[in-house]
């Protein structure tokens, strides 16, 4: 598998240089600076893709060409959303770039209620507690019938909670839930909006009466609309599952399990529409079994996230150690190692992988990263797993 690394463009505070030290061969990127659903034109995409490459690296993955919220919910400018993703599509082709990972997750795209949770170690990881973002959910953003979506004990947790819960205890949930996990990738919320809260209750507005079935529809169509163009570029797009993947805000949640992302491959059954086989995000669901799912699309995936959850039950969960956790990262290595041999043997492309997230080691917190995308904690990340690779590919070399 190439060894790849998510980098936010030239202000990103890794350079590259620090990126050919740890091993890294390809970058997973996007133009961050171009507002969401305006064209991606040519001359953007090589000028990042030329200084990449000045470098030795290249540009592997695409994260991501983000799909407007009005092409979720299709709103009246969905068509001329669309036919602007397939204009910068095409011109990613034109630039050799074939890897498309993007979400369909409605207006949250990832969700961690503390962003520095403490390890006896003394390392931090990300983490989700669901009595916190209940919280979040009854008493700051105070949704309409959000008390019906949990279950009665977490519900009484959160009245017990509101008698103790500070404005500052409130503000961090905020800032954690839908400002530092959202703007940094061209997200809904930004650190620069004032009223975040009643931004983002209009948001979530926009999908009132959209239920999981219509969502499916909106996804289907606008996979069907795209096919033509990655068919003609050969390119894979790949749909990074919902994280975490259980519903929430009373949004439709549609790639969250085995029968979900079955459904997306069957309903447009193109070897172009793939999924990123995120194993952090699945690992979260307790309903997930990780190394069956593999098995299972390991043919359909394009792109590969190598890290682990350890669930703690009711709902909870921490990003784990590569090492551990219950995503078994030695066991997918072996899958995906064997499905790459599969492909370059008929002469297909190999398959990018990243370790996601990292645990925040050695000044990471203090670093001014982006939450979860620290240097060191993913370089122990990277290092943890190349070991598994390389592993894996000396035991089936002796096998062979």
Known sequence: MEKTWRWFGKKDKITLPMLRQIG???????????????????????DLKDYIESYGLRWSVVESLPVCEAIKYAGPERDHLIENYIISLEN?????????????????DWARTDLKHPWPDGSTSLFFDYANFAYFDIKILEREGAEKDFPAEIVAKVNEMDKTMT?????????????????????????????????????????????????????????????PVCEKWDINMCVHPDDPPMEVLGLPRIVRTDEDIEWFLSAVDNPHNGLTFCA??????????????????????????????????????????????????????????????????????????????????????DGGYNPGYGFYGRMLALGQVTGMMAAVEDELANKN
Not at 29 to 41: F, M, Q
Not at 95 to 106: D, E, R, S
Not at 289 to 298: C, E, L, N, R, W
Not at 308 to 324: D, K, R, V, Y
């Open 92 to 108: 990613l082709g034109k630039c050799g770039i074939k890897t498309i990972c993007y979400n369909f997750m409605p207006v949250l």
């Open 280 to 365: 952090g995000s699945l690992s979260a669901g307790e309903q997930n079994d990780v190394v069956a799912m593999a098995h299972k699309y390991a043919s359909r995936t394009h792109f590969i996230h190598l890290r682990s959850c350890q669930t703690l039950g009711g709902g909870n969960f921490i990003e784990a150690p590569h090492w551990g956790g219950r995503a078994h990262l030695v066991e997918l290595c072996r899958i995906f190692t064997e499905e790459e041999r599969r492909r370059n043997a008929n002469g297909g492309i190999g398959l990018p992988m990243r370790v996601d997230h990292g645990k925040d080691i050695l000044g990471d917190a």
């Open 24 to 46: 890294v061969e390809g970058l997973v990127t996007a133009l961050h600076d171009i507002p969401n659903g305006e064209i991606w034109t040519e001359e953007a995409i090589m």
């Open 167 to 227: 404005a500052e205890d409130r503000h961090k949930l905020v800032e954690n839930i839908i400002v530092k996990t959202q703007g940094f990738v061209n997200g809904n919320i930004s650190e620069g909006d004032k009223e975040p809260i009643k931004k983002f209750k209009g948001l979530l507005e926009l999908y009132r009466g959209i239920d999981k079935e219509t969502l499916r529809e909106n996804m289907k169509y606008f996979l069907n609309a795209i096919m």
